[in-house]
């Protein structure tokens, strides 16, 4: 799609890839809360050998294997056949509803933190608006400039985290003590293991979505195993480094709950820390949401091109992007601005958990199959390192589905809302079958 100097080198594709996955420390807070430091911490560094690493070596292969457009679609479609590759898209657009609402309106949280007159009534979701509208725009100069942006991105949103880690080892070391918060601990909060593990599980998803825009990637064969690799380390740094120090300073873990990094960093280092962390919050959600749109949209292309859906979507702009997947992603997203997707995490991991399945079963498969596909990457140990890798994620997309038994969601459980619009796959995938012109 792209000219090689048009193309993302080896640093954006990590800053994306970043992004893509996680979008700084925000977040982590109800974890905290939820888990306390102890097994906070032990979560961070036990969930990336687990999770983040083998499905990054995962993502290293097949990307390096077959760098094509659509990425986890066009590995799952070779793998399975025509029928699960639909359904492999299907279920990640699916979760990209349930995930794309809420980093609009995590900017829009922050950005009320600054000034609340800002953000009220309908102003909040005029200013939710304005990120996707700013985000369809740039993503319409091309993966290049998406990736550049979110390396600048990623120095900007970590820096008042740097002072703070520092602030934090420093108080730590000569006074051990925060010298309390600017908030009291939230009355009545209990231990919630399950919960902690389902939103520390969504913090370290996604590593599969860089993959979708291979061909706008130079050289991708050696890129993205580097990528993948590179960012799984960055994403654990940048989770495990400032909950350790805020931990070693003695701030409670009871006190901790979505928004509780400003109130910390006031409290240790002053109103000028606490305001930089808050505008870092609001360019976490703009940038996640900017990196998500570079990976969404590629899948509707790739369909475009199988006759799945129609022709116009295979429409480009000069630089190569898909403008009218781009146009009506963006439109499809700011339809659901004004729902309340937030708690719908367990929603969100089961979809793309079964997509993310369906990828480990792909990657099995076309082992044996094609045996000799020319690999530049290869996972170790064979067809058993192969199937091995798929194990931990798998288990843990389970324990996930577990955790999600008792929720409810318009009235329905959880799970069971889940199958539903999982269900709705083959029915749609029926549908445009029949519409293709050649049928």
């Known amino acids: 799609m792209s000219t090689t100097g048009r193309k993302m080198r080896l640093l954006p594709l990590i800053g994306a890839t970043y992004f893509m996955v996680s979008g700084g420390p925000y977040g982590l ?13 032990l979560l961070f560094l036990l969930i990336p050998f687990v999770w983040s690493i083998p499905t990054s070596l995962m993502v290293g292969e097949l990307a390096s294997t077959l760098p094509e457009e659509g990425g986890y679609y066009r590995w799952v479609q070779r793998g399975l056949g025509n029928f699960w590759g639909f359904q492999e898209a299907w279920l990640s657009l699916a979760a990209s509803i349930f995930d794309m609402a809420i980093y609009p309106v995590t900017f829009v949280l922050y950005l009320g933190r600054i000034a609340p007159s800002w953000t009220e009534g309908y102003r909040g979701t005029l200013w939710a608006l304005a990120v996707v509208i700013a985000c369809a725009i740039w993503n319409l100069w091309g993966a290049k400039a998406v990736g550049e942006g979110s390396v600048g991105m990623f120095c900007l949103l970590l820096a008042p985290f740097a002072v703070l880690v520092a602030v934090a080892l420093w108080r730590a070391l000569t006074t051990h003590t925060a010298g309390g918060l600017a908030t009291p601990a939230p009355a009545g909060m209990e231990r919630d293991m399950g919960g902690a593990i389902s939103i520390a599980l969504w913090n370290y998803m996604g590593w599969d979505n860089a993959s979708t825009v291979a061909q706008e990637v130079d050289r991708p064969q050696r890129n993205y195993p580097r990528a993948m690799l590179a960012a ?48 870092g919050g609001a360019l976490s959600g703009f940038g996640m949401f900017n990196a998500l749109t570079l990976s969404y949209t590629r899948v509707p292309y790739a369909l475009a091109q199988e006759g799945l859906l129609p022709r116009i979507l295979t429409k480009t702009t000069p630089r190569g992007v898909p403008w009218v997947s781009v146009i009506l992603c963006s439109i499809a997203w700011a339809l659901v601005l004004r729902f309340s997707f937030e708690r719908l995490i367990s929603i969100d991991l089961v979809l793309y958990g079964a997509a993310l399945v369906l990828e480990f079963i792909a990657l099995v498969l076309l082992r044996i199959r094609e045996p ?4 530049p990457f290869r996972i170790p140990g064979g067809l058993w390192g192969a199937v091995a890798c798929g194990i931990g994620p798998t288990l843990l997309i389970a324990f996930a589905m577990w955790a999600a038994r008792g929720e409810q969601v318009a009235g329905l459980p959880a799970l069971g809302f889940a199958a ?20």
């Open 420 to 439: 539903l619009i999982g269900a709705a796959g083959p029915l749609i995938y029926l549908v445009a079958r029949r519409s293709q012109p050649n049928h």
């Open 232 to 279: 799984a380390a960055l994403v654990a740094a940048t989770y495990i480094l400032p909950v350790a120090a805020v931990a070693l300073v003695g701030i409670p873990a009871d006190r901790f709950s979505t928004g509780t990094w400003t109130d910390t960093s006031i409290a240790l280092a002053g109103p000028w820390l606490g305001l930089a962390i808050v505008l």
């Open 29 to 41: 807070e109800d974890i905290i809360g939820k888990a306390g430091y102890g097994r906070a911490l």
């Open 372 to 375: 000799n596909l020319v690999r």
